[in-house]
């Protein structure tokens, strides 16, 4: 099985892990402390981003009015549906997904997950469609995009105080089993904690990125939250709202009423008025991954500017209707996948690229491809194993990684956690490289890849990895354009406890000077903190323990010789209100606090 779940880990969730890269519109992934607010801002823009609200399609979308009553084929909340579903097959009972697929002037775009039904260990991973040893767009398309849409979903669930949930290293009170996409919105099926999502909710934290939501309403079995402070970082804050067993974010209150109004039958589905719509449902299938789109919309509406790196062979064009999915059996070593596409002028080359190109990697002779008028299908059935990239074309040597990233270029701070579960190491970047990213395993599971669009990696970009607190190691990869990454160095994580006679040692009380300004046209106060004499810390880290932890400062590095000197500044964001800011510092493998600042109040 292990080649198996390579595959899954390379393909499905290759995606997840690119959505958390906070990316603002230079294109800087810097998180130094002169950039520390334009960094924040990229939380904004992901917000954005997962809302739909990037792209020349959405734009145009926002121009219209949120009420959708002026388009006849729209009923309002409270019309009841024309169910004109067929006698034999009605999506709305027969599909998991059936009952949220309602649409608006833009059509649909939608994704499904069985997370359940997913082989093990299907954790991120790496990588794009061109490294993989098939060219199958039948098999790759609903992976690839699916997998993508699926970690969109995700961390838009971190704003609903889902993060722990949808983590495959954390544990949670509240499970996730099924997640729905539809265009502009996030419908979580499973379990859920509701009174501590509420305290999640309504308290201002990392978790939810510094949001403080209010409870607006408890309607139709849901509890709804709507945006009351929302910090500098963060722009269009989604609208929540939470059940036992469903939880839905949505781009603002009005469609979160038309993604509840949808689930309760009280909004029409885009089957009930499209007889296209349910006989591409009904020739698809059911599956464990599914993506369909419909009418003018497209993945864009949903991705943004966070495109998949992948470029799969083929993409359904605006105007065109598809449905495909996978299903995944439960050995976990196959799956079938299939496809159900529409098109009102269905032109030779693009009946020719799907019929030449669809269930080429089909195993077993399962590849069928039926064209009809303006209909076409396609199946086929495939061994996950044969969808893994080639190993050896994956890995690189130390001296080759070497080539595109120096050891030397690297720094690294560890982070205690700051009521979290999990510390974290940080590794920035000091000089240019020639590396397509870098990836960062800890030993005890956590996983992070920092991968810029349209540029290497480059100087004063940073990626962290979450580690655990009782002891770790990670190792730092260099990756290249093609996907294939060589090891840099293994680093043990300095978690033993600094005391406090090696701590007054290391960094006198009088070593460390505070200067405090009042906010100045933003939600927080500033802390300097100034290293006025030379200490024998190998790194110093300023943590805010009430405003988001984005802001924390870090200097120095685990791997130099040389201590932090005098001369050196920190820089963190403190909330006016009352905040403390803890300065901790790294001395011979053991780390602790060293100063605490007390303020403003």
Known sequence: MANERVALVYIIEAFTSMFPRFTDDDDSATQTSQNRRRFLLGVGTLTAALAGCSGDDVQAENDTPADDSSTEETPTDDTPADDSSTDTFDPASDLPYGQWLTTDQSGLFFAYANLNSFPEDTVAGSGDSSELSVDDPLALYPLIIGGAAVGVGQLSLSFAGLTDAVSP??????????????????????????????????EPTDETFGIAYERTSTDRGYDRYEPAEIPDSVSDPPAVAVADETVIV??????????????????????????TAIDLLEQAGTGDLVVGQFGSATAKQLFGDFQPNSDPQFRPRSGEDMVSTVDFDASGETFESQFAFAAADLGEDRQETIEASFGTAAVNGSRSVEVNDDRITASGTYDIEQLAAD???????QAAAAEL???????????????????????????????????????????????????????????????????DSVTVFAVNAEGAAGELMTLSV?????????????????????SYESPDGSDFGSLTVEVVADTDAETLVAQPQEAPGLFTDRVGSLTNDKPVGAGTMLETAVEPEGDEVVVYATVDGATGEVARWQGPN
């Open 169 to 202: 290293t954390a544990t949670s009170d509240s499970t996730v089993r099924e997640l729905t996409i539809t265009n502009e919105s996030i419908i979580a099926e499973g379990s859920f904690a509701t009174d501590q999502l509420n305290e999640r909710l309504v």
């Open 250 to 275: 949505g781009p603002d209150a009005s469609r979160l009423d038309r993604t509840i109004a949808a689930g309760d039958g009280n909004r029409s589905r885009i089957f009930e008025a499209d007889e």
């Open 391 to 397: 190993p050896a074309g994956q890995e690189l040597s």
């Open 405 to 471: 990233v120096s050891p030397e270029a690297l720094t690294f701070q560890y982070e205690p956690p700051r009521g979290q579960q999990f510390g974290e190491l940080w590794v920035r970047v000091t000089e240019d490289t020639d590396a397509a990213g870098i990836r960062i395993e800890a030993n005890s599971g956590g996983y992070t890849e920092m991968q810029p669009q349209e540029r290497s990696i480059s100087a004063g970009d940073s990626v962290a990895v979450q580690v655990d607190p009782d002891g």
């Open 494 to 514: 300095p978690t033993d406890e600094l005391s406090e006679t090696a701590a007054n040692r290391a960094v006198p009380a009088d070593a460390l000077s505070f």
